[in-house]
């Protein structure tokens, strides 16, 4: 497809288990981006990659989460020893490169339940 | 802290009628406004924008206003159809950064 595209839609799992969500962005697409959704709340920023710079990792909440990016490509997330305040959906978003600001262009999300 | 707020949790309109949504932002470093728009199990939807130098920018049914002085901006949908019923989302980026911080969100609901 077209669009970005994250994996799984939906992701169950016991406290303490590590997790791992998926994000391919749209092709060509320089920047990604990840947030999170809690129920009711907006899209709080967590992690930023653009191109080959240094990752903006200002929003990530706890060193249990981290984000790699292949090249300009797929991006994954990873919470270690989950914790139910875990629970949300997060959505990765990317924008295409050009002068001035891109429109981020989001996908589905996953939607993330701690037991 | 919340820099960028929507103070409005939910609206119900009529269809044909005019939707107006507002947020608020406490930053005066932002210079370029988005507005998207959320259906149920999906991701946003990219609406419209506005950047700081302006203070209107028209797309067909939707208008976003800036108002730079009351740190505001509006988003009018006029007329107003069922299929606009959706969450919007307001998000505000900083100057010389990508990064977007959201508002909470309203709720439109568009009844015939």
């Known amino acids: 497809g077209a669009g970005v595209s994250q994996s799984p839609s939906n992701k169950v799992t016991e406290k303490g288990k590590d997790v791992e969500l998926r994000c391919d962005p749209i092709s060509g697409h320089t920047a990604l981006y990840w947030y999170r959704q809690r129920l009711g709340q907006g899209l709080e920023f967590l992690i930023y990659f653009q191109g080959n710079s240094a990752p903006d990792k200002s929003g990530l909440p706890s060193d249990r989460f981290s984000a790699e990016r292949t090249g300009e490509s797929v991006s994954t997330l990873t919470i270690q020893r989950t914790q139910q305040e875990d629970s949300a959906v997060y959505l990765c978003a990317s924008s295409p490169p050009g002068i001035g600001n891109q429109p981020q262009h989001f996908g589905d999300g996953t939607r993330l339940s701690i037991l | 802290d919340q820099q960028v707020k929507q103070n409005s949790p939910s609206l119900s309109v009529q269809e044909g009628r005019i939707s107006i949504l507002n947020c608020d932002y406490t930053?005066?470093?932002?210079?370029?406004f988005l507005w998207y728009k959320k259906y149920p199990a999906e991701g946003p939807t990219f609406l419209i924008s506005i950047s700081s130098i302006k203070d209107k920018n028209e797309d067909g049914r939707f208008t976003v206003f800036l108002n730079k002085s009351a740190k505001h901006l509006s988003l009018h949908i006029v007329p107003s159809q069922p299929g606009d019923s959706a969450v919007y989302f307001c998000a505000a980026c900083l100057y010389n950064t990508d990064k977007l911080i959201f508002g909470t969100g309203t709720r439109l609901q568009v009844f015939p």
């Open positions: 930053n005066s470093m932002f210079d370029y």
